[in-house]
């Protein structure tokens, strides 16, 4: 589609955004119910449809369940694939519920990526590099830098071992400011599992990202554009530090936040995407609904292409004034 039927021109970049798929070994259903590989399969079907070109998959953490080899082996098998068809950077983060040493065995291989102050940055895959030690250590926070075409995305391990809270240690906002003292060339993206926004159900405050203020003393004044996160199982949007963030739905699971706030709860329905729209001076986020609904309406095949055809004036007279 050539012609420019708004104000605004295409985005520069678009970045699929997932969360949260609690993949468990051999596809067992979690909570004995929720069929979470199934429902990924199924989000994945829906972005092949659409027919875009994202620049990356983002999936901000807890990918497994209880961090076993094989849930990782089955995510990677079925998402790789259509990461490649679509020509997307693929970027894990690392959750609450995923385990080090097999996130970084199962997603990265044998060299995965690692964090240690003394580190300085290696390439460990086309397009990334990530901050790793002469000797890994496989408990090390997995925080990786991504160069997408200018656009700099960052990768922050929030996970504590041992823990479902969230928090980042010294040596990672050490490595943090050191990376973003130099501006990338289209700003930054960050994305972190335990997002910095405050939330309804007040019982996740006991495992939100702790000491937030030192993460914003980071980020305030940087390049950075948006924050992306997951952790909550409901999408959401704030600010943090003067820059907006997003969190995604997961993709295997949502909260239900009609319940009582002191009886919370989780639904097998209601899962999401977004998409990151980035443009030259902003970053727009869409929530894009899972599942198989009946159409309320449609336009015709040829709609597109014959506004396309008219001029600006034209494409009101046609289409926004009322009949």
Not at 134 to 140: G, M, R
Not at 160 to 178: K, R
Not at 215 to 239: C, F, K, M, N, P
Request: proline share 7%; net charge negative.
């Amino acid at each position: 589609m050539s012609a420019q039927f708004g104000q605004y021109p295409p985005a520069r970049q678009t970045i699929v955004h997932l969360s949260d798929p609690h993949f468990l070994g051999g596809n067992a259903p979690l909570y004995g119910v929720v069929d979470t590989e199934q429902h990924l399969a199924q989000t994945l079907e829906q972005i092949r449809a659409m027919q875009i070109h994202p620049s990356a998959f983002v999936f901000t953490g807890d990918l497994a369940d209880l961090g076993e080899p094989d849930a990782y082996a089955r995510l990677r098998a079925l998402v790789e694939p259509v990461a490649a068809d679509l020509g997307a950077q693929l970027i894990w983060l690392m959750g609450n519920h995923d385990e080090r040493a097999e996130f970084r065995a199962g997603l990265f291989g044998a060299a995965g990526s690692t964090h240690a102050s003394s580190s300085t940055p290696q390439t460990h895959a086309p397009g990334a590099s990530v901050s790793a030690s002469a000797q890994q250590v496989t408990d090390a926070p997995v925080d990786v830098v991504y160069d997408l075409g200018g656009l700099r995305f960052i990768g922050l391990d929030s996970s504590v071992p041992g823990w479902h809270h969230g928090a980042l240690a010294d040596e990672q906002l050490e490595w943090l400011a050191d990376v973003l003292s130099e501006p990338a060339e289209h700003g930054t993206i960050v994305g972190l599992h335990h997002p910095p926004v405050p939330s309804p159900l007040s019982f996740f405050d006991i495992l939100e990202l702790q000491e937030q203020h030192r993460l914003e003393s980071v980020l305030r004044g940087s390049d950075v554009r948006a924050i992306l996160g997951g952790h909550l199982h409901y999408s959401t949007h704030s600010v943090f530090a003067g820059i907006p963030v997003s969190v995604a739905a997961a993709t295997c699971y949502t909260m239900n936040l009609t319940r009582p706030l002191d009886h919370p709860g989780g639904v097998d329905g209601g899962q999401s995407f977004s998409l990151v729209h980035v443009y030259d001076d902003r970053v727009t986020f869409s929530t894009v609904p899972v599942g198989d609904y009946p159409p309320s309406n449609t336009f015709p095949a040829d709609f597109v292409e014959r506004m396309s055809r008219l001029t600006p004036a034209e494409r009101l007279e046609a289409f926004s004034r009322k009949r």
